[in-house]
């Protein structure tokens, strides 16, 4: 798995963080940053719901990678 | 309950799609359909009024999600296509280009459509909701003008803020002379709407709008109910919207306020709602809620989706809502009515950024921030959670399939 995010477009909800704590946290003014850009297996479940959970869709999930 | 062999999703924005990427997240590998009135690929509608209105974002940057995304969830996807009626008795929506296409298990994603004012079908007159809704009035303010908002909530002073970027002089009108004061508390309201006439926004709180004035086919002005007149070159009503549910009438649904649901968001059997259309009942709350922020759409798609396999779960979020002005950002998470005392977590309410914990009736009932997002995440859970995953419904539907 490979996680991309695309800061430009971040609203900071701060959903990912709630969801997937280990994977993404948020500078300063709020704006999503990437931690892990290939996560622990057992986070990779939590990065999917981060996704999920983005009201701004700023979070890519590459599952291949 | 089985899995269903056909699931087709009605409306195809953030709830809809989001409900269809949940199913297969979760596992459904039946077949998958979402059906959507708009024609063009799908946008999101929070930039709308912002980055779209004032051009610092080109419309597809507006894509609600990024590339690939839609294809990997693996649906037919029908844009263009509405519906018009359904048939429960023969599990049957009717479409307008389509012909019938028939479901094992419906999901109402029609969202919201404006308020209108009479008298507003006219060139010069703008609601805003979609993309076209938006370029149309990007053309008008960019054409020069004084722009007239009809509404003081989220979508009316979030426009005024984008055409005040863009130099355009801008009177906002609302009947409410404490507006955004349920939504968020009278003192953050009161900063938020001092905010606006720092940059030069004219408010006019306390009356209403009798009538658009017009010439030669276009607007030209309000008359508002205390006898004022105001002119302008462009109006746009920013007055709420309704749930769309006209496609359903005539089945026995509850669509009083939307679509009626249990807690599971089912509104009888094989058939549930899901974001802006949805009112379902919060157990939490106790009482049915109509939820239109975006970040709902996508909670609920997920608990939309769960039920949908069979998982019974009552869906039972603290709202959270995001809303933009000028540099300003403020969050909510639960609810800040009017009356609530707000108490600092972080920051100066008066001044520079800050986060509250809302209190009312003895109880923390939300968190307002500004300008502090990262610190709002730390704080939101100061908002009693609900423990919705633990919890069993205290009513459904189900019983009577």
């Given at each position: 798995m490979k996680i991309r995010t695309e800061r430009d477009?971040?609203?900071?909800?701060?959903?990912?963080?709630?969801e997937a704590p280990q994977v993404f946290d948020q500078d300063d003014d709020g704006v999503v940053v990437l931690l892990r850009e290939s996560p622990a297996a057992d986070a990779e479940d939590a990065a999917r719901n981060a996704m999920m959970a983005c009201p701004a869709a700023v979070i890519t999930i590459d599952e291949d990678a | 309950m089985a899995d269903p062999r056909h699931v087709l999703v009605v409306g195809g924005s953030a709830a809809g799609l989001s409900t269809a990427e949940a199913l297969r997240r979760f596992g459904f590998d039946g077949a998958l359909t979402v059906l959507?009135?708009?024609?063009?690929?799908p946008y999101d509608r929070p930039p709308l009024s912002k980055q779209v209105l004032d051009g610092s974002w080109a419309p597809e940057r507006a894509a609600l999600f990024p590339a690939?995304?839609?294809?990997?969830?693996?649906?037919?996807?029908?844009?263009?296509?509405?519906?018009?009626?359904?048939?429960?008795r023969r599990r049957v929506v009717r479409t307008d280009v389509a012909g019938d296409i028939t479901y094992d298990e419906l999901v109402i994603a029609t969202g919201a459509a404006p308020r209108r004012l009479a008298g507003d079908r006219l060139p010069g007159?703008?609601?805003?909701?979609?993309?076209?809704?938006a370029l149309r009035l990007r053309d008008d303010l960019l054409g020069g003008g004084r722009l007239l908002v009809?509404?003081?909530?989220f979508v009316g002073l979030e426009v005024a803020a984008s055409a005040r970027r863009l130099g355009v002089p801008v009177t906002v009108v609302d009947p409410d002379p404490c507006a955004l004061a349920g939504r968020l508390g009278s003192a953050v309201a009161g900063r938020l709407l001092a905010l606006h006439a720092g940059h030069g926004v004219d408010l006019r709180l306390g009356a209403g709008v009798r009538r658009i004035t017009r010439s030669g086919g276009r607007p030209d002005g309000l008359d508002l109910t205390d006898g004022t007149h105001l002119e302008g070159a462009a109006v746009l009503v920013a007055i709420g919207c309704r749930p769309v549910v006209d496609w359903v009438a005539g089945n026995g649904l509850d669509a009083g306020d939307g679509v009626g649901c249990d807690p599971r968001c089912q509104a009888a059997p094989g058939i549930w709602a899901v974001g802006d259309v949805a009112r379902w009942h919060h157990d939490g709350f106790g009482r049915s809620m109509r939820i239109e922020h975006r970040q709902?759409?996508?909670e609920q798609a997920q608990a939309v989706a769960r039920n949908i396999l069979g998982a019974g779960l009552a869906?039972?979020?603290?709202?959270y809502f995001w809303t933009d002005h000028f540099d300003v950002r403020v969050q909510v998470a639960g609810f800040v009515p009017a009356g609530a005392t707000l108490r600092p977590v972080e920051g100066d309410i008066v001044q520079g950024r800050f986060v509250a914990r809302a209190e009312h009736g003895g109880r923390v009932t939300g968190v307002v921030a500004w300008n502090s997002a990262k610190a709002f995440t730390a704080h939101r859970r100061l908002v009693p959670a609900f423990a919705g995953a633990a919890r069993r419904p205290t009513s459904g539907n189900e019983e009577q399939s």
């Amino acid at each position: 798995m490979k996680i991309r995010t695309e800061r430009d477009s971040c609203i900071s909800s701060g959903a990912c963080v709630l969801e997937a704590p280990q994977v993404f946290d948020q500078d300063d003014d709020g704006v999503v940053v990437l931690l892990r850009e290939s996560p622990a297996a057992d986070a990779e479940d939590a990065a999917r719901n981060a996704m999920m959970a983005c009201p701004a869709a700023v979070i890519t999930i590459d599952e291949d990678a | 309950m089985a899995d269903p062999r056909h699931v087709l999703v009605v409306g195809g924005s953030a709830a809809g799609l989001s409900t269809a990427e949940a199913l297969r997240r979760f596992g459904f590998d039946g077949a998958l359909t979402v059906l959507e009135a708009e024609p063009g690929p799908p946008y999101d509608r929070p930039p709308l009024s912002k980055q779209v209105l004032d051009g610092s974002w080109a419309p597809e940057r507006a894509a609600l999600f990024p590339a690939g995304r839609l294809a990997r969830i693996g649906f037919r996807h029908l844009t263009g296509v509405r519906a018009v009626a359904l048939d429960r008795r023969r599990r049957v929506v009717r479409t307008d280009v389509a012909g019938d296409i028939t479901y094992d298990e419906l999901v109402i994603a029609t969202g919201a459509a404006p308020r209108r004012l009479a008298g507003d079908r006219l060139p010069g007159v703008h609601v805003l909701r979609t993309m076209t809704d938006a370029l149309r009035l990007r053309d008008d303010l960019l054409g020069g003008g004084r722009l007239l908002v009809v509404g003081a909530g989220f979508v009316g002073l979030e426009v005024a803020a984008s055409a005040r970027r863009l130099g355009v002089p801008v009177t906002v009108v609302d009947p409410d002379p404490c507006a955004l004061a349920g939504r968020l508390g009278s003192a953050v309201a009161g900063r938020l709407l001092a905010l606006h006439a720092g940059h030069g926004v004219d408010l006019r709180l306390g009356a209403g709008v009798r009538r658009i004035t017009r010439s030669g086919g276009r607007p030209d002005g309000l008359d508002l109910t205390d006898g004022t007149h105001l002119e302008g070159a462009a109006v746009l009503v920013a007055i709420g919207c309704r749930p769309v549910v006209d496609w359903v009438a005539g089945n026995g649904l509850d669509a009083g306020d939307g679509v009626g649901c249990d807690p599971r968001c089912q509104a009888a059997p094989g058939i549930w709602a899901v974001g802006d259309v949805a009112r379902w009942h919060h157990d939490g709350f106790g009482r049915s809620m109509r939820i239109e922020h975006r970040q709902h759409a996508t909670e609920q798609a997920q608990a939309v989706a769960r039920n949908i396999l069979g998982a019974g779960l009552a869906f039972t979020p603290t709202p959270y809502f995001w809303t933009d002005h000028f540099d300003v950002r403020v969050q909510v998470a639960g609810f800040v009515p009017a009356g609530a005392t707000l108490r600092p977590v972080e920051g100066d309410i008066v001044q520079g950024r800050f986060v509250a914990r809302a209190e009312h009736g003895g109880r923390v009932t939300g968190v307002v921030a500004w300008n502090s997002a990262k610190a709002f995440t730390a704080h939101r859970r100061l908002v009693p959670a609900f423990a919705g995953a633990a919890r069993r419904p205290t009513s459904g539907n189900e019983e009577q399939s």
